[in-house]
Nanobody, 125 residues
Framework: VQLQASGGGLVQTGGSLRLSCAAS????????VGWFRQAPGKEREFVAG????????GYSDSVKGRFIISRDNAKNTVSLQMNYLKREDTAVYYC???????????????????WGQGTLVTVSS
């Protein structure tokens, strides 16, 4: 199983970025996917998640209303559209996948088995 996160970069406050997570080596439509992030000196935290059947999504309070998670099971990809970025969004962003739990979006990093390598997002003022 491989998860490849991409799309990170440097952006100014208020700008937008779109992250992508490409999966291979698994039947993607059977897996829930989550995005997590880890800032320097901080623990990894949940950002957003989408269920395998696309019926359920979840967001952390800090990104709700600014970030949008979506997935395309035909293309084995999950995207995270990040709008109105703030300096505090600066972090390494990881995508993760786990066998589905029938529409429940899990927010704990320990619930996910497969992880991508991370992509760095830097928001400058």
């Amino acid at each position: 199983v491989q998860l490849q996160a991409s799309g990170g970069g440097l952006v100014q406050t208020g700008g937008s970025l779109r992250l992508s997570c490409a999966a291979s080596g698994l039947t993607f439509s059977n897996y829930d996917v989550g995005w997590f992030r880890q800032a320097p000196g901080k623990e990894r935290e949940f950002v957003a998640g989408v269920s395998s059947n696309v019926m359920s999504t979840g967001y952390s309070d800090s990104v709700k209303g600014r970030f949008i998670i979506s997935r395309d099971n035909a293309k084995n990809t999950v995207s995270l559209q990040m709008n109105y970025l703030k300096r505090e969004d600066t972090a390494v962003y990881y995508c993760a996948a786990e066998w589905n739990t029938f529409g429940v979006v899990r927010r704990s990093s320990s619930a996910y088995t497969y992880w991508g390598q991370g992509t760095l997002v830097t928001v400058s003022s």
